[in-house]
């Protein structure tokens, strides 16, 4: 799997946050000190995971976020949608996984309404929504495509929720001598025995306290990630894992996707194309300012309101933002999002500012022009 930077910022909301918050993010494990496993350092246990191939994958996925964040508005229909990607910045999700090959996978959300499902099958990228009945189809360039090493671990080129797999890469990405890295035992996870490195930032301006990642003694595949706030002990604010998985390559026909009769159908422009992208969405490209565990992400073009015959997750994410305190400097003013690992500023100017930082750091990016 290789989540680049440009692929995080092409998602701002909810992906965005996700990414800030999973720029550290690891395992919760079952405690398990008598597992029969061979020791390993935390330098041969980044070289597995850097190294680990595996050629298919299916299984279940639970994501429990506890970030703090404000209440989120309920859809239209006035009941909660947990099967929308922006409801998944808080609560507990269970999402089913499939994976064959850089060219094939599939995420499916599952939700009390119904449920939405990402499907990446070579060119044909689609995200579809059984509760509104709409499907949004895209045409993947090749570089979208190819953009992950042949055997590696999913990749992520439509705007997925975070699987453990994805989640670790960008916590991986974030090491670097800001980094403390260790190991703490071993334990199962998904009734696999797995290894535990523990991340942590050196900078103390991170809201970030610790990740932990459930390393798969067999496969070196993450099996679980979890993120603890620095602030608090309260346990994870951030957490995605297996509850079951299978190393078997699954069928082709579980990526081929034809919407039902009825269903709206949206068509959109290659993707992998930075500039008809961004313009389609109207988000232009962004910017990152600051390095390691205290980076700010910055995008362009990002408005507060949303139209009635916007997606539920527009909408949704327009009511919130609507909610939030209003705040202002020598930067300008706008509306402030604080949690537990999260600070998003978006700007009256069509700015969107986040990071796993404070408001001071948000506040000095937001200078920046």
């Known amino acids: 799997m290789r989540t680049t930077r440009s692929q995080v910022l092409r998602w701002a909301v909810p992906g965005l ?15 398990d000190a008598t597992a029969p496993l061979p020791p390993k350092t935390a330098a041969q246990l980044l070289v597995d995971l850097q190294n680990a191939r595996i050629d298919g994958l299916s299984g279940t996925v ?9 209440t989120l508005p309920t859809n239209a229909a006035g009941h909660g949608d947990n099967a929308s990607l922006f409801s998944m910045l808080g609560g507990s999700h269970t999402l089913r996984v499939w994976y064959a090959g850089p060219d094939k996978q599939r995420v499916a959300l599952l939700g009390s309404l119904g449920e939405t499902d990402i499907v990446h099958n070579g060119q044909d990228g689609w995200v579809w929504s059984s509760a509104e009945n ?12 190819n953009g992950t090493d042949r055997g590696k671990s999913p990749a992520a080129p439509l705007p997925t929720p975070l699987t453990p797999q994805q989640a670790a890469e960008q916590a991986l990405a974030a090491i670097s001598p800001t980094t403390s890295v260790s190991t703490d035992g071993t334990g199962t996870v998904a009734g696999r ?15 970030i306290g610790q990740v932990r990642l459930a390393v798969d003694a ?9 993120v ?16 079951r998985v299978s190393f078997g390559r699954p069928a082709d026909d579980q990526f081929r996707f034809s919407p039902p009769p009825g ?5 959109n422009p290659v993707m992998g194309d930075e500039q008809s992208s961004h313009t389609t969405q109207g988000v232009q490209p962004g910017a990152l300012i600051g390095t390691g565990w205290t980076t700010v992400a910055v995008l362009r073009g990002v408005s507060a309101t949303s139209s009635e015959n916007g997606s539920s997750d527009a909408r949704q994410l327009a009511a919130i933002l609507s909610r939030l305190p209003q705040v202002s400097g020598s930067w300008g003013s706008g509306r402030l999002l604080t949690s537990k690992l999260v600070t998003a500023l978006l700007t009256d100017d069509g700015r969107l500012i986040v990071g796993a930082v404070s408001p001071e750091l948000i506040y000095a990016a937001a200078g920046h022009r």
């Open 228 to 243: 603890f706030p620095q602030t608090t002990s309260d346990g994870p604010a951030f957490e995605v894992g297996f509850t």
């Open 62 to 70: 639970v994501q429990n976020s506890d970030l703090g964040l404000p």
């Open 134 to 145: 709409t499907a949004t189809h895209y045409r993947l360039s090749p570089r979208t495509r």
């Open 263 to 267: 269903a709206k159908v949206q068509e």
């Open 218 to 226: 067999e496969t070196s595949v993450p099996l679980r990630v979890q």
């Open 193 to 207: 025995s797995v290894y535990e490195l523990v991340l942590a930032p050196k900078d103390t301006r991170s809201l």
């Open 17 to 31: 946050v996700a990414a800030a918050v999973a720029v550290a993010a690891s395992g919760m494990l079952t405690a």
